[in-house]
């Protein structure tokens, strides 16, 4: 799946938002995702497993609970297609 596939789904974005403020556990992910969107467990573990196949989050467990956390593989193959547009534009990313 091309990154811009994976990215292209409003619940993935909206997933990788969330482990944006660090890991998150499956429960924490669904309830929002499933409040925010009204899918079922089965489609948010779904989307979860194309993020992780794909190289935007990684998951490990801590006991009985599943931590998933955003893996940079996915974010630097974004990144690095970008590039090929900053020379072409005055648009530069943001430094902190």
């Known amino acids: 799946m091309h990154v ?3 990215l ?3 619940v993935r974005r909206r997933i990788l938002e969330l482990l944006a403020d660090g890991e998150q556990t499956s429960g924490d992910l669904t309830a929002v ?3 925010e969107f009204g899918i079922s ?3 948010v573990s ?3 497993r194309v993020l992780r196949e794909n190289g935007f989050a990684r998951v490990h467990p801590e006991g009985a609970r599943r ?3 955003v893996d940079e593989q996915g974010l630097r193959e974004v990144d ?3 590039e090929g547009f900053r020379r072409h534009a005055k648009w530069q990313p943001r430094t902190p």
Request: aromatic share 14%.
């Open 4 to 6: 811009f596939e994976v």
């Open 8 to 10: 292209g789904d409003p």
């Open 33 to 35: 995702i499933r409040g």
């Open 41 to 43: 467990q089965p489609a």
């Open 46 to 48: 779904q989307h979860l």
């Open 67 to 69: 931590l998933y956390a």
């Open 80 to 82: 690095e297609w970008l």
